[in-house]
């Protein structure tokens, strides 16, 4: 079985990997963990002070996400699962459908934020995107947080 991972940010990726090694059998599986970084248009508030541009910004945002992949895919190995680690750049709900599809992915184990109202008109919702969009099973994992809210 080929499980495509994708990882946004801690909280939420935390979520998708124990609902993964819940629901999955490591035997025969094959996990891709995957972080895809959204291009900039203006430098984040968290990291004013930090970096002088949008290239600096989008450096920073490659590395914490490679770490935040690199800790999924440590869990992952840990439980037993063959693990490999992708990183891109670009839209997130293209780069995921289009590795989904690229991979020949059987499922696909995604956060969800739970965005609602304005945010998620202005934002748009990823995994609601993928659901719709993707050749394979998508299941969309909800932190304990988001869930009760």
Same mark, same amino acid.
């Given at each position: 079985?080929?499980?495509?991972?994708?990882?946004?940010?801690?909280?939420?990726?935390?979520?998708?990997?124990?609902?993964?090694?819940?629901?999955?059998?490591?035997?025969?599986?094959?996990?891709?963990?995957?972080?895809?970084?959204?291009?900039?248009?203006?430098?984040?508030?968290?990291?004013?002070?930090?970096?002088?541009?949008?290239?600096?910004?989008? !450096?920073?945002?490659?590395?914490?996400? %490679?770490?935040?992949?690199?800790?999924?895919?440590?869990?992952?190995?840990?439980?037993?699962?063959?693990?490999?680690?992708?990183?891109?750049?670009?839209?997130?709900?293209?780069?995921?459908?289009? %590795?989904?599809?690229?991979?020949?992915?059987?499922?696909?184990?995604?956060?969800?934020?739970?965005?609602?109202?304005? !945010?998620?008109?202005?934002?748009?919702?990823?995994?609601?995107?993928?659901?719709?969009?993707?050749?394979?099973?998508?299941?969309?994992?909800?932190?304990?947080?988001?869930?009760?809210?």
């Amino acid at each position: 079985m080929k499980i495509l991972l994708t990882i946004e940010d801690a909280k939420y990726a935390e979520a998708a990997v124990h609902a993964l090694v819940r629901q999955i059998r490591p035997e025969g599986a094959e996990v891709c963990v995957f972080h895809v970084v959204a291009p900039l248009i203006i430098i984040p508030y968290g990291y004013m002070g930090q970096v002088e541009t949008l290239e600096a910004a989008q !450096e920073v945002r490659r590395k914490e996400g %490679k770490e935040l992949a690199e800790h999924a895919a440590q869990q992952l190995r840990a439980a037993g699962f063959q693990v490999h680690l992708l990183l891109g750049d670009g839209d997130p709900k293209t780069a995921i459908l289009d %590795k989904a599809q690229e991979w020949n992915a059987d499922v696909i184990f995604m956060g969800s934020h739970g965005r609602r109202g304005i !945010e998620r008109f202005l934002i748009g919702s990823v995994s609601e995107t993928v659901l719709r969009h993707a050749s394979c099973s998508v299941e969309v994992v909800r932190s304990p947080a988001v869930a009760a809210a």
